[in-house]
C-alpha cells in the first residue's frame, strides 16, 4: 500500500489524449509494472504514463517498446 491518498495513472496516447486510472490499494512498484505491462501490449498506443499520489506526480515512465513512442518523446 502507498500509506494514505492512493494513485492515479495518467497515460499519455500518441494521438495526444489522456487516460486516467485510479488504483486504490497499489504500491509504486506494483503500478510501475503495470504501466511496463500496458506498454508491452498496446503497440505504441501510449507514449508515457505518470503516476500520482493525490496531486503530486511522483513518477514518470516513458513507452521503450515502440519506436514510434520513442520518436515522440525525443521531439
Same mark, same amino acid.
Given at each position: 500500500m502507498t500509506g494514505g491518498q492512493p494513485l /492515479?495513472? &495518467?497515460? &499519455? =496516447?500518441?494521438d495526444d =489524449? =489522456? !487516460?486516467? $486510472?485510479?488504483?486504490t490499494h497499489c504500491t509504486v512498484a506494483e503500478a510501475e509494472d503495470a504501466i511496463k505491462r500496458l506498454f508491452s501490449i498496446s503497440d505504441g498506443l501510449y507514449t508515457k504514463a505518470e503516476i500520482y499520489q493525490g496531486n503530486e506526480l511522483v !513518477? /514518470? $515512465?516513458a513507452n521503450t517498446w515502440s519506436v514510434r513512442? $520513442?520518436?515522440i518523446l525525443v521531439q
Open positions: /492515479t495513472l &495518467h497515460f &499519455h =496516447r500518441n =489524449r =489522456r !487516460e486516467k $486510472v485510479p488504483l !513518477e /514518470t $515512465v513512442a $520513442v520518436s
